[in-house]
């Protein structure tokens, strides 16, 4: 993982940490011990999500070549060719066994977009865990102590602003897949290509930021919260 | 510290996000005085726009700054008055049930029109769009940035309505959008036509209601009430046709009409069509109308073509193959419409004579409507709505100002009034002035300045030097029989409608050469107000055959245009002649035919007449309403504003007898050398700046006898020069000047002459004596 630039080099270990984690009222430390338990779920949620992007990789690539051969196999005029006479419902049987195959690539799929929804889910709840702690703890905290930030450590006011963030971004990109899925359809040919273009846009940008995010608070997280 | 403080300190910059993301940016100070924890929402308050975000600290924490993100905002202010930037608070709910408009483009509402379970698919992608959103009534979300909502095809989402109890808090003011809220998807909109509503703005239009209330009725009638029409068994009307000259409103009443009936406009010039590959305008073309069908099966669309002559010129006349496809392709898309569609097509042309005639047959372009240059009283409403807005002093006199402005259509009042704006503008920057006016003068001088546009690239129109009667000595009685023919009938319509008086076609003046018959004519144009048009031999003939006869007739459509007006050919007896018996037909008799079928012909070529919505003919046997009855009395003097031609010569005996016969140029004044009275007021009136001394005008004009008043002007202007001969230094002309004058310039005229023209009005004495007696007011 990358490391912030604003940390210096030398600035790390648990002396440094701890100056840092100069909590002043207890009502601090609770909404940042929530932080801290929301950015260990989105660091695990992030980990996740790679691993079902990456394994769904190889069905999609499998769902593209079995359309093109749907398609190929549709459009093909085989009635007229004297070859195939024997097997009148050879185009028949050859379209089912692509759907058949075709199904069995979208269910691995959709195995993987439930994980994608798991980790939605999740990151949402810690979200709203998140904000609601900091909302009722707010009136006891004094606005400079939210917007208190120091080189190993984030303030509140950023770390909740990027959960949000990471919350909307993974959302959107979540329901981009599964509008994508609903839409395709092997005899549309503007759903396949859509899902072929489309899937993996935005993949990287979602990526790079939470990584981003989380390099912030890598020494906040390293921090054991009491 | 208050609200009102922060916006004080506030130094605005506007965050146009690329995540879309709902936020605003503020500064410790001003978080604090707001007194809301992070991630609230609160209301952005500017001049002109709403905006909903969340509040959040600035990355760099500088106070007085805020940045904020436009994406949930509401185009109308909460409060107009309120000219600050205003934060303020709002109290935010979960709701249950929202009513939205999801906007997209054209295309992707014929993609979504496919789907099976269409509102419920669509209300699920937008909840997924607005999850985590906090909206309120009216406000647009703005989904650009979000990737969702761009690869469904959604530009906006409109919130209509938020049904009383959805809210889970009663006092909330916005509410957030959860995975619980409820979407009603009330409306698919298309991007064009939300873009087109939001932008437009109410601009009023003058002087046209009855028209646009007959469009309106044609446009909304078909739209609104298809059902009555099938059940009648009529068809919808397919296109109009909007014909009057350049500027006076065509298009601006095509957009306000489109307004006014919430119909999506698609506004193309006939020009912007054509492209330089074959084939290419009917390609445009045909994908103009698909744009257009398709944008019907919204709601209510005008196709409006501007400049459609370009488009389907007459064939006889370009004989060019690429016009002639392009006219059949607009033919044939016309006639393809579909039976109960949604769409009309309106044209607009100012050259109605140039336009493919097939295109003007029932079923494809069916009505023909036609906007006039404006009269008075529309020219007093143009004017009333310019100036408006416009800071007018109480000397400003609307009336006279529109009175003057003959001839000047709706553009053209626009312009005068920016223009007197633009000189009022110099004066107070030069003054430094506080108290900011519009004066009569700026009018004036804007007037003057300004030349209407239908007198550019005319034939004939000359500057006018405005002459008062008053500085035309003597004859009385002539200006008095020049008043009664040229001014009366223009300025006085009501008396001679009240008298049943029809107003005189021509007036012939006719005398010996050098007795004011031009300056008579120039007076009688400067005291009406009239378009004035002078031919001239000169101008008329050319080398090219039948490019005379079509100047005249240009200049009486120019003329009709212009209305009242007065045309003024100097000279006649040298632009048309006396038809020979000889059966030699030279030009002089074919511009002279012209002439006459110009005056007092069958009628006018329908094309070029511009009366059409205004006089209603009442048909012999018809049966006459009283309000029809009552609106007679102002069609007749609407009619009584015509042509009048002046003619003037000084042979008259050289006329055709056609051209004098009443009807024609049926008022004939002879202009007499000026007697004894008139030859001393011409005196006075040229001697009124030269310091005479011992000079007795009384014998001097019982010595001029038979000089004509250019004679006299001369005498006057000689005795003066020999005053100067004499000694450059003096300051006085003396009697003895004006003898030596004498001596050198004779009298003009000869008994024999005079004699002449007594002979001739003898023989025409009885004609116009007839109708002077009808026209005794």
């Given at each position: 993982m990358?490391k912030?630039?604003?940390?210096?080099?030398?600035?790390?270990?648990?002396?440094?940490?701890?100056?840092?984690m100069?909590?002043?009222?207890?009502?601090?430390?609770?909404?940042?011990?929530?932080?801290?338990k929301?950015?260990?779920?989105?660091?695990?949620?992030?980990?996740?999500?790679?691993?079902a992007?990456?394994?769904?990789?190889?069905?999609?690539?499998?769902?593209?070549?079995?359309?093109e051969?749907?398609?190929?196999?549709?459009d093909?005029?085989?009635?007229?060719?004297g070859?195939?006479?024997?097997?009148?419902?050879i185009?028949?049987?050859?379209?089912?066994?692509?759907?058949?195959?075709?199904?069995?690539?979208?269910?691995?799929?959709?195995?993987e977009?439930k994980?994608?929804?798991?980790?939605?889910?999740?990151?949402?709840?810690?979200c709203?865990?998140?904000?609601?702690?900091?909302?009722?703890?707010?009136?006891?905290?004094?606005?400079?102590?939210?917007?208190?930030?120091?080189?190993?450590?984030?303030?509140?006011?950023?770390?909740?602003?990027?959960?949000?963030?990471?919350?909307?971004?993974?959302?959107q990109?979540?329901?981009?897949?599964?509008?994508?899925?609903?839409?395709?359809?092997p005899?549309?040919?503007?759903?396949?290509?859509?899902?072929?273009?489309t899937?993996?846009?935005?993949?990287?940008?979602?990526?790079?930021?939470?990584?981003e995010?989380?390099s912030?608070?890598?020494?906040f997280?390293?921090e054991?919260?009491? | 510290?208050?609200?009102?403080?922060?916006?004080?300190?506030?130094?605005?910059?506007?965050?146009?996000?690329?995540?879309?993301?709902?936020?605003?940016?503020?500064?410790p100070?001003e978080?604090?005085?707001l007194?809301?924890?992070?991630g609230s929402?609160?209301?952005?308050?500017?001049?002109?726009?709403?905006?909903?975000c969340s509040l959040?600290?600035?990355?760099?924490?500088?106070?007085?700054?805020?940045?904020y993100?436009?994406?949930?905002?509401?185009?109308?202010?909460?409060d107009?008055?309120d000219?600050k930037?205003?934060?303020?608070?709002?109290?935010?709910?979960?709701?249950?049930?929202?009513?939205?408009?999801?906007?997209?483009?054209?295309?992707?509402?014929?993609r979504?029109?496919?789907?099976?379970?269409?509102?419920?698919?669509?209300s699920?992608i937008?909840?997924?769009?607005?999850?985590?959103?906090?909206?309120?009534?009216?406000?647009v979300v703005?989904?650009?940035?979000?990737?969702?909502?761009?690869?469904?095809?959604?530009s906006?989402?409109?919130?209509t309505?938020?049904?009383?109890?959805s809210?889970?808090?009663?006092?909330?003011?916005?509410?957030?959008?959860?995975?619980?809220?409820?979407i009603?998807?009330d409306?698919?909109?298309?991007?064009?036509?939300?873009?087109?509503?939001?932008?437009?703005?109410?601009k009023?239009?003058?002087?046209?209601?009855?028209?646009?209330q007959?469009?309106?009725d044609l446009?909304?009638?078909?739209?609104?009430?298809?059902?009555?029409?099938?059940?009648?068994?009529?068809?919808?009307?397919h296109?109009?046709?909007?014909?009057?000259?350049p500027?006076?409103?065509?298009?601006?009443?095509?957009?306000?009409?489109?307004?006014?009936?919430?119909?999506?406009?698609?506004?193309?010039?006939?020009?912007?069509?054509?492209g330089?590959?074959?084939?290419?305008?009917?390609?445009?073309?045909?994908?103009?109308f698909?744009?257009?069908?398709?944008?019907a099966?919204?709601?209510?669309?005008?196709?409006?073509?501007?400049?459609?002559d370009?488009?389907c010129?007459?064939?006889?006349?370009?004989?060019g193959?690429?016009e002639?496809?392009?006219?059949s392709?607009?033919?044939?898309?016309l006639?393809?419409?579909?039976?109960?569609?949604?769409?009309?097509?309106?044209?607009?042309?100012?050259?109605?004579?140039?336009?493919?005639?097939?295109l003007?047959?029932?079923?494809?372009?069916d009505?023909?409507?036609?906007?006039?240059?404006?009269s008075?009283?529309?020219r007093?409403?143009?004017?009333?709505?310019?100036?408006?807005?416009?800071?007018?002093?109480?000397?400003?006199?609307l009336?006279?100002?529109a009175?003057?402005?003959?001839?000047?259509?709706?553009?053209?009042?626009?312009?005068?009034?920016?223009?007197?704006?633009?000189?009022?503008?110099?004066?107070?920057?030069?003054?430094?002035s506080?108290?900011?006016?519009?004066?009569?003068?700026?009018?004036?001088?804007?007037?003057?300045?300004?030349?209407?546009?239908?007198?550019?690239?005319?034939?004939?129109i000359v500057?006018?030097?405005?002459?008062?009667w008053?500085q035309?000595?003597?004859?009385?009685?002539v200006?008095?029989?020049?008043?009664?023919?040229?001014?009366?009938?223009l300025?006085?319509?009501?008396?001679?409608?009240?008298?049943?008086?029809?107003c005189?076609?021509?007036?012939?003046l006719?005398?010996?050469?050098?007795?004011?018959?031009?300056?008579?004519?120039?007076?009688?144009?400067?005291?009406?107000?009239?378009?004035?048009l002078?031919?001239?031999?000169?101008q008329?003939?050319?080398?090219?055959?039948?490019?005379s006869?079509k100047?005249?007739?240009?200049?009486?459509?120019?003329?009709?245009?212009?209305?009242?007006?007065?045309?003024?050919?100097?000279?006649?007896?040298?632009i048309?002649?006396?038809?020979s018996?000889?059966?030699?037909?030279?030009?002089?008799?074919?511009?002279?035919?012209?002439?006459?079928?110009?005056?007092?012909g069958v009628?006018?070529?329908?094309?070029?007449?511009?009366?059409?919505?205004?006089?209603?003919?009442?048909?012999?046997?018809?049966?006459?309403?009283?309000?029809?009855?009552?609106?007679?009395?102002?069609?007749?003097?609407?009619n009584?504003?015509?042509?009048?031609?002046?003619?003037?010569?000084n042979?008259p005996?050289?006329?055709?007898e056609?051209?004098?016969r009443?009807g024609r140029?049926?008022r004939?004044?002879?202009?007499?050398?000026?007697d004894?009275?008139a030859?001393?007021?011409i005196?006075?009136?040229?001697?009124?700046?030269?310091?005479?001394?011992g000079?007795?005008?009384?014998?001097l004009?019982?010595?001029?006898?038979?000089?004509?008043?250019?004679?006299?002007?001369?005498?006057?202007?000689?005795a003066?020069?020999?005053?100067?001969?004499?000694?450059?230094?003096?300051?006085?002309?003396?009697?003895?000047?004006f003898?030596?004058?004498?001596?050198?310039?004779?009298?003009?005229?000869?008994p024999?002459?005079i004699?002449?023209?007594?002979?001739?009005?003898?023989?025409t004495?009885d004609?116009?004596?007839?109708?002077?007696?009808r026209?005794?007011?």
């Amino acid at each position: 993982m990358v490391k912030p630039s604003a940390v210096p080099d030398n600035a790390s270990g648990p002396n440094f940490c701890q100056l840092v984690m100069d909590i002043s009222t207890n009502e601090e430390t609770k909404v940042r011990s929530q932080l801290h338990k929301s950015f260990k779920a989105v660091k695990n949620c992030l980990s996740t999500w790679k691993e079902a992007l990456a394994a769904c990789q190889q069905p999609l690539y499998q769902v593209e070549n079995l359309c093109e051969q749907h398609q190929c196999c549709s459009d093909a005029n085989i009635e007229q060719s004297g070859i195939i006479k024997p097997f009148p419902d050879i185009k028949m049987r050859l379209l089912h066994k692509i759907d058949v195959e075709l199904e069995e690539q979208l269910s691995r799929i959709n195995v993987e977009m439930k994980k994608l929804d798991n980790c939605c889910e999740r990151i949402g709840k810690h979200c709203h865990y998140s904000m609601k702690s900091y909302q009722e703890n707010s009136p006891y905290i004094p606005l400079d102590k939210v917007l208190e930030q120091t080189p190993t450590c984030p303030a509140i006011s950023d770390m909740l602003e990027w959960l949000q963030q990471i919350e909307r971004l993974v959302f959107q990109q979540y329901h981009c897949k599964k509008y994508l899925l609903e839409m395709f359809s092997p005899k549309n040919k503007d759903g396949t290509e859509n899902l072929k273009n489309t899937w993996s846009l935005g993949d990287q940008e979602l990526i790079n930021t939470v990584e981003e995010y989380l390099s912030y608070t890598s020494f906040f997280l390293e921090e054991k919260i009491t | 510290m208050t609200e009102a403080s922060i916006s004080s300190k506030l130094e605005m910059l506007v965050h146009d996000d690329s995540t879309g993301a709902q936020r605003c940016y503020l500064g410790p100070r001003e978080i604090t005085i707001l007194n809301v924890p992070l991630g609230s929402f609160i209301c952005v308050v500017t001049p002109t726009k709403d905006y909903i975000c969340s509040l959040w600290p600035s990355k760099v924490r500088n106070d007085g700054s805020m940045i904020y993100s436009k994406t949930v905002c509401r185009i109308k202010a909460l409060d107009n008055t309120d000219s600050k930037y205003r934060l303020k608070p709002l109290h935010v709910s979960e709701g249950k049930c929202i009513h939205i408009d999801v906007v997209c483009n054209l295309s992707d509402i014929a993609r979504f029109r496919k789907y099976e379970n269409l509102n419920k698919k669509i209300s699920r992608i937008c909840s997924n769009c607005l999850y985590k959103m906090c909206v309120a009534e009216n406000f647009v979300v703005d989904l650009r940035h979000c990737n969702l909502a761009s690869l469904c095809g959604i530009s906006k989402i409109l919130i209509t309505k938020i049904p009383s109890g959805s809210l889970v808090k009663v006092d909330a003011e916005a509410f957030i959008i959860s995975s619980h809220t409820e979407i009603v998807v009330d409306n698919i909109r298309s991007n064009e036509k939300f873009n087109q509503v939001s932008k437009s703005t109410r601009k009023l239009i003058g002087g046209l209601d009855d028209l646009m209330q007959t469009l309106e009725d044609l446009i909304k009638l078909p739209f609104h009430h298809q059902k009555q029409f099938k059940q009648l068994g009529t068809s919808l009307p397919h296109g109009i046709l909007l014909r009057g000259p350049p500027g006076c409103g065509k298009t601006s009443l095509v957009r306000h009409i489109a307004n006014n009936c919430d119909a999506y406009l698609i506004a193309v010039n006939g020009p912007e069509v054509i492209g330089p590959h074959p084939g290419e305008s009917e390609d445009n073309l045909r994908k103009l109308f698909q744009h257009a069908i398709l944008a019907a099966e919204e709601g209510p669309c005008i196709l409006f073509i501007d400049e459609i002559d370009v488009l389907c010129p007459k064939q006889a006349k370009s004989g060019g193959l690429e016009e002639s496809r392009l006219t059949s392709q607009l033919l044939t898309l016309l006639d393809d419409l579909p039976a109960d569609h949604r769409l009309i097509v309106i044209a607009a042309t100012n050259r109605p004579s140039a336009l493919h005639p097939s295109l003007r047959r029932p079923g494809r372009l069916d009505r023909e409507i036609m906007i006039n240059v404006p009269s008075m009283a529309q020219r007093r409403e143009i004017l009333d709505l310019h100036t408006q807005v416009l800071p007018l002093a109480e000397d400003v006199d609307l009336d006279w100002l529109a009175e003057i402005t003959n001839g000047y259509v709706g553009a053209d009042l626009a312009a005068l009034c920016h223009e007197a704006a633009y000189l009022a503008l110099g004066r107070f920057i030069v003054k430094q002035s506080e108290r900011q006016h519009i004066h009569q003068e700026d009018f004036l001088t804007a007037f003057r300045k300004h030349r209407p546009s239908l007198q550019k690239g005319v034939e004939g129109i000359v500057d006018l030097k405005p002459v008062l009667w008053e500085q035309i000595g003597g004859l009385e009685d002539v200006k008095q029989k020049i008043k009664q023919a040229v001014e009366w009938p223009l300025r006085h319509s009501e008396a001679f409608a009240r008298m049943g008086l029809p107003c005189p076609r021509g007036v012939l003046l006719y005398g010996p050469p050098g007795c004011s018959k031009t300056t008579l004519v120039r007076a009688a144009a400067t005291a009406c107000h009239a378009t004035f048009l002078s031919l001239s031999g000169a101008q008329l003939y050319s080398p090219f055959v039948g490019s005379s006869e079509k100047m005249v007739a240009e200049v009486f459509q120019r003329a009709r245009m212009a209305l009242p007006s007065i045309i003024f050919l100097d000279e006649i007896d040298s632009i048309v002649g006396k038809r020979s018996e000889g059966g030699h037909r030279g030009v002089q008799e074919r511009v002279l035919s012209t002439l006459l079928n110009e005056m007092d012909g069958v009628g006018i070529k329908l094309d070029d007449k511009m009366d059409s919505q205004h006089s209603r003919r009442i048909l012999e046997g018809s049966i006459q309403d009283v309000e029809q009855h009552n609106s007679k009395v102002t069609t007749l003097r609407r009619n009584n504003l015509d042509i009048l031609v002046v003619a003037a010569t000084n042979r008259p005996e050289l006329l055709d007898e056609a051209l004098t016969r009443p009807g024609r140029l049926d008022r004939i004044i002879y202009v007499p050398p000026p007697d004894r009275q008139a030859r001393l007021d011409i005196l006075r009136l040229f001697t009124q700046k030269m310091p005479l001394e011992g000079v007795d005008l009384m014998l001097l004009s019982s010595q001029t006898e038979f000089y004509t008043g250019a004679d006299l002007e001369n005498l006057c202007r000689e005795a003066a020069l020999n005053a100067l001969t004499r000694d450059m230094e003096t300051t006085k002309v003396t009697y003895a000047d004006f003898v030596k004058a004498l001596y050198y310039n004779r009298a003009s005229l000869t008994p024999e002459s005079i004699e002449k023209y007594s002979r001739y009005k003898s023989s025409t004495f009885d004609v116009s004596f007839k109708i002077k007696e009808r026209k005794v007011l």
